[in-house]
């Protein structure tokens, strides 16, 4: 050999390199009122990562190593159902005293959990594939610090409750805190089998694998102890909760086009709101998104619903229902609250239970009590259930009364907000971030602040009182809401229209300037109706425009505006929500080319995020070959991110359903860019069922349907009646 020859390097064994630990890509399960967030590897070891119930964290550490390392990651992925977390790892090598260490990169690990009936099922399966007996130690690390939601998302507490020793048995781990609020708080993890050792932080196996041997373990966590672990209990809860995700995802009509990854947007925006949905008593409610908002939030279960109001109705009226039960009945300025308003958001943890925050119950949302009328209208539209409307007339009468209480004191008779206590939301739209309202030169306004949004929200909410007295017999109550709403209609086009911007702007400040600021905002004015088509048409062509088209969807700010900030909450991010409502709205103007738009941009990010839109990203103008920059908190899955397809599908489609007339309203419809055949089965309309079949015929579209059950109607208009069958 030549002397000069550079030296080989030594091949790497694979399974010992050390890779860095963190950063991992986060995990979310969901089972009704608890949440686990966890890395690839499966390990909760971050400081916002854990197992949550009722807004406590139950479980704040559970590290898996062998030996003293973790394992090398092959891969951590959810399922496409989102029941069951599973990260598959191998071993590194592993010294052994008094001898060589043994392979790497011959032990397979397995790691598969799942959520059933608020508790963490987890089974650990080892695999040798070495042709010898590998003994490995099998280390768990754990801790609980019943830490509330708002203290892992960074609020500082004077004084907390006493956490007592942990509980050690053969196989078993209690853990327990005494609240301030006078609550006992615990978790119990158990084993399958007794650990070698097992302390209050710590469990070791030693085990011996011979080669092609498997072995299991089976843990689990909850609030309470439960039977010991073991197989036939993982099986028989994993069968159960898969047999209910199934359930929860067949609701309403079945979607389909001939695109495959389109189909796979549409399949895992239904699992994700599957898996945000949550069973009360009042019916199913979509939680707003995990981690920091795994609660009823009465905006974003509104928005939520109305997402998928056109193909599964029975969300609307849970969401409704809920929202209409606990509605205000006092006031208090702490919790923003007053009679007849609906609410923000709910929270059972220790803080909320204390007063140090009020978000127990809280009510600081300006927009949630005309959008819970607004809701309720469009509802019976859809489903032509007055029986049900008639529950809830009284609460509509109490939201109509707060409404009609705080215009009566806006000296324009506008919807206006200011926060009652220092501890509640300074803003109280959609964009409730401390920076998202401001004058054009950046500076804050004093309140009470009037968004444009909410102006839009109270007409919608006054024209369907004007629909729904009128159906009730009272006609002059119902002129009363007509003149209402074209009050208020007036007001916005005369006090937020800014003629050499051809744009409203965001908010009236409490001396009733503009705050002539380019924001997101006159989007969802489009989606109630209330501008004058000139005027629409010249917000969709800003909105279409680069200043607030990233490429990605809407920015919620422009670009050229103060404040700007592509890496903000709502100050330039892009919210696929907030595109969609957008969009919805650009419809309901005849904007066709603007929809498809959209719609891809939309689509086009779910393909780069693994079909999984998250709560928001930054709006960076896109760039070739690159993904959307994502925003580094924003909740991942979230309610409002996921029905945004089934929003701009409704767009796109033009379809407008009435259940008491048994009609079926299809206007100029179009589809998305790629996609040349959507089918909608099962479309329940009234007391029928429909199956629609949308086709691109050249340029236009063509609707086939057939009808089961009592006749339904079909409704086109002229340029697509002509290509009907």
Request: charged letters at 25%; proline letters at 6%.
């Amino acid at each position: 050999m030549n002397d000069l020859a550079p030296a080989q390097e030594a091949p790497v064994e694979w399974g010992d390199i050390e890779e860095p630990r963190v950063p991992h890509r986060l995990y979310a399960l969901k089972d009704r009122d608890t949440f686990l967030v966890a890395d690839s590897h499966g390990d909760i070891v971050g400081a916002a990562d854990g197992l949550f119930h009722n807004d406590t964290r139950i479980l704040s550490r559970w590290e898996l190593t062998l030996g003293d390392r973790s394992p090398t990651l092959l891969s951590g992925a959810v399922s496409q159902d989102n029941v069951y977390f599973t990260s598959h790892g191998l071993n590194r090598a592993i010294p052994v005293p008094g001898g060589p260490s043994s392979p790497p990169g011959v032990v397979h690990l397995e790691r598969k959990r799942f959520l059933w009936h608020d508790r963490m099922y987890e089974r650990i399966r080892l695999t040798n594939y070495s042709r010898e007996t590998m003994c490995l130690p099998l280390v768990f690390q754990f801790e609980a610090d019943f830490r509330d939601m708002f203290e892992v998302r960074g609020a500082i507490r004077r004084n907390r409750g006493r956490t007592l020793a942990p509980l050690v048995g053969a196989s078993t781990v209690r853990f327990r805190y005494q609240g301030l609020d006078q609550v006992a708080r615990e978790s119990v993890l158990s084993f399958s089998e007794p650990p070698l050792t097992l302390n209050e932080d710590e469990a070791l196996y030693e085990l011996e694998l011979a080669r092609d041997d498997c072995r299991e373990i089976f843990i689990e966590v909850g609030a309470a102890e439960a039977e010991a672990p073991s197989r036939g209990r993982f099986r028989a809860a994993a069968a159960r909760a898969r047999f209910a995700m199934r359930g929860r995802r067949r609701q309403g009509a079945r979607i389909s086009t001939n695109g495959r990854l389109f189909n796979a947007w549409i399949d895992k925006s239904r699992a994700d709101l599957a898996l945000l949905t949550t069973p009360m008593r009042t019916g199913p409610y979509p939680y707003a998104g995990i981690p920091w908002f795994s609660t009823a939030f009465g905006r974003d279960g509104i928005i939520t619903a109305w997402q998928i109001l056109w193909f599964e109705p029975a969300l609307a009226r849970g969401v409704l229902s809920y929202l209409a039960e606990h509605q205000a009945q006092e006031t208090s300025a702490f919790r923003d609250s007053a009679p007849g308003k609906i609410m923000h958001e709910t929270r059972r943890g220790e803080m909320a239970a204390l007063g140090e925050v009020p978000f127990g119950r809280y009510y600081g949302g300006v927009d949630t009590t005309p959008l819970f009328v607004a809701l309720a209208g469009a509802y019976a539209e859809r489903t032509g259930d007055f029986e049900q409307l008639d529950r809830w007339w009284p609460a509509l009468e109490r939201a109509c009364g707060w409404i009609l209480e705080s215009a009566a004191s806006h000296p324009l008779g506008l919807l206006a907000y200011e926060r009652g206590a220092e501890s509640g939301l300074s803003n109280q739209g959609w964009k409730d971030s401390g920076d998202s309202i401001f004058h054009a030169d950046g500076s804050f306004p004093e309140g009470p602040i009037a968004l444009v949004e909410v102006q839009g929200y109270a007409y919608a909410a006054y024209r369907t009182m004007a629909l729904l007295t009128a159906r009730r017999g009272h006609l002059d109550e119902a002129e009363r809401w007509s003149q209402r709403a074209e009050r208020i209609r007036e007001t916005v086009e005369r006090h937020f229209w800014m003629p050499e911007q051809n744009f409203y702007g965001i908010a009236l400040d409490g001396r009733n300037e503009l705050c002539r600021v380019r924001a997101s905002n006159p989007g969802h004015l489009l989606f109630s109706g209330l501008p004058h088509p000139d005027r629409a048409r010249a917000v969709a062509d800003s909105l279409l425009s680069g200043a607030f088209f990233s490429g990605w969807g809407l920015r919620t700010l422009a670009l050229d505006q103060a404040r700007y900030n592509p890496m903000s909450y709502h100050n330039g991010s892009v919210w696929p929500h907030d595109t969609a409502v957008t969009t919805l709205g650009l419809s309901r103007y005849g904007e066709r080319a603007g929809v498809v738009k959209l719609t891809a941009a939309l689509f086009e990010a779910a393909a780069q995020l693994e079909m999984r839109l998250p709560e928001l990203y930054c709006g960076f103008r896109r760039a070739a070959g690159e993904p959307p920059v994502a925003y580094p908190v924003a909740c991942l899955p979230q309610a409002w991110a996921a029905g945004a397809v089934f929003m701009m599908l409704q767009a796109c489609l033009g379809l407008r359903l009435h259940g008491e007339a048994a009609e079926v309203e299809i206007n100029n419809p179009t589809l998305p860019i790629g996609i040349d055949r959507l089918a909608i089965e099962g479309l329940q309309v009234g007391a029928g069922e429909i199956d629609l079949t949308f086709e691109r015929q050249g340029s236009r579209v063509a609707v086939h349907s057939n009808s089961r059950g009592p006749r339904l109607r079909v409704c086109y208009d002229d340029r697509t009646k002509a290509l009907s069958s």
